[in-house]
């Protein structure tokens, strides 16, 4: 099943990369600079109200458009699978998004499950790991995130600096790491993060909205404290951080991952985990090069496609389906697959999978 396009409104500006990622004959920014894949849950914009905004829609077989939560609730053994379903119920336990920024979005934090659940009454908190896909230099400037306490910072110089919404203190407290595409990144609750200008990353999540902002300040935009601390105070929002100065070096080994190898056929492709249940329990994502065509066993659990380079088919059974750069894609568990090129056209696939 199909996914439509899933566009989400932020108070921050961008876009540019993810119009051109999927096609857009003219590209441009804007304050729809994020695509949320495979979502049950509501965007949180207090000030942007619109309807369902952030729930995710599928194209049925029968070219009828579906609202995946429902569709979700009306068949979710089917869909997630059975051992899915009996332990998440019909959540699917993960949020994919495309986010492009083109100003750095304020430095955040996520809360734990246990902080998710005692202020925001969620069982998810928020553990997320970045993929970066494609970048370019704003202003001169290399495309960069910032992550985690620098060695030498203090709690008391992060506090204040807070509490004065100091951006130029704030982000001398983090490392800043030049990212290309390519590079993945695991970013634990209470790690404090933030995405720099001219990235376009596919983002993988626990299923949830919550961020706690440390600054306030987002392009020419200032926030209030309710929205940068989602209605928490600011001690309940510092709850949130996990203080430890570490060296690059450091960080570098424990959230940098680095791709294993699955499977690998000559003549066909090379099959291999980005992310791994090894390094989260939360989620996993691998990454699927096709160079003539590949078998998929049916699975256990559901899994979301996302076509990243290429042209070519989805075969299920009778059901032939073009594929292409940009489409995304709910495969449901135990349903095998087939996956061909057109043409000698190169496939690159990544597929999500949901929390173990």
């Known amino acids: 099943m199909k996914f439509q396009e899933n566009r989400v409104w932020r108070v921050y500006t961008g876009g540019w990369l993810l119009e051109q990622f999927l096609g857009k004959a003219h590209p441009r920014e804007g304050h729809f600079p994020e695509y949320w894949i495979g979502s049950t849950i509501l965007a949180r914009n207090p000030n942007h109200k619109q309807g369902l905004e952030g729930l995710s829609f599928v194209i049925l077989?029968?070219?009828?458009?579906?609202?995946?939560?429902?569709?979700?609730?009306?068949a979710p053994t089917s869909i997630l699978g059975e051992a899915h379903y009996r332990k998440y119920g019909?959540?699917?336990?993960?949020?994919?998004k495309l986010l492009d920024a083109s100003v750095r979005l304020p430095i955040q934090v996520h809360p734990d499950k246990s902080l998710a659940l005692k202020y925001?009454?969620?069982?998810?908190?928020?553990?997320?790991?970045?993929?970066?896909?494609?970048?370019?230099?704003?202003?001169?400037?290399?495309?960069?995130?910032?992550?985690?306490?620098?060695?030498?910072v203090s709690w008391k110089r992060f506090v204040t600096a807070v509490k004065e919404s100091n951006s130029s203190v704030l982000e001398q407290c983090l490392h800043r790491l030049v990212v290309q595409p390519g590079d993945v990144y695991l970013i634990k609750p209470g790690i404090p993060h933030a995405i720099g200008p001219g990235s376009l990353i596919l983002e993988i999540q626990e299923p949830t909205d919550i961020t706690i902002r440390a600054e306030k300040k987002i392009g020419d935009i200032v926030i209030s404290d309710d929205i940068a601390y989602q209605g928490l105070?600011?001690?309940?929002?510092?709850?949130c951080y996990h203080f430890e100065p570490i060296s690059i070096d450091t960080l570098l080994k424990r959230y940098k991952l680095r791709p294993k190898v699955i499977k690998e056929c000559p003549g066909q492709?090379?099959?291999?985990?980005?992310?791994?249940?090894?390094?989260?329990?939360?989620?996993?994502?691998?990454?699927?090069?096709?160079t003539s065509y590949w078998e998929?066993?049916?699975?256990?659990?559901?899994?979301?496609?996302?076509?990243?380079?290429g042209k070519g088919f989805l075969i299920d059974k009778d059901l032939i389906t073009v594929i292409q750069k940009g489409e995304c894609f709910l495969i449901p568990a135990y349903v095998p697959y087939r996956i061909e090129t057109l043409k000698n056209n190169e496939l690159i696939i990544v597929n999500c999978w949901p929390p173990l």
């Not at 249940?277 to 090069?289: E, I, K, M, V, W």
Request: with cysteine.
């Open 61 to 74: 077989p029968n070219g009828e458009r579906c609202n995946l939560k429902t569709l979700l609730e009306q």
């Open 90 to 96: 019909t959540n699917p336990g993960i949020l994919i």
């Open 120 to 152: 925001f009454s969620w069982p998810f908190g928020k553990t997320e790991a970045w993929l970066v896909l494609t970048t370019k230099d704003i202003n001169g400037d290399s495309p960069y995130i910032l992550l985690g306490f620098r060695e030498g």
């Open 233 to 239: 105070s600011l001690e309940q929002s510092l709850e």
């Open 269 to 290: 492709g090379r099959e291999q985990w980005l992310i791994s249940y090894s390094d989260t329990p939360c989620f996993a994502l691998s990454s699927l090069q096709v």
């Open 296 to 309: 998929v066993e049916p699975q256990k659990t559901f899994h979301i496609m996302i076509v990243l380079q």
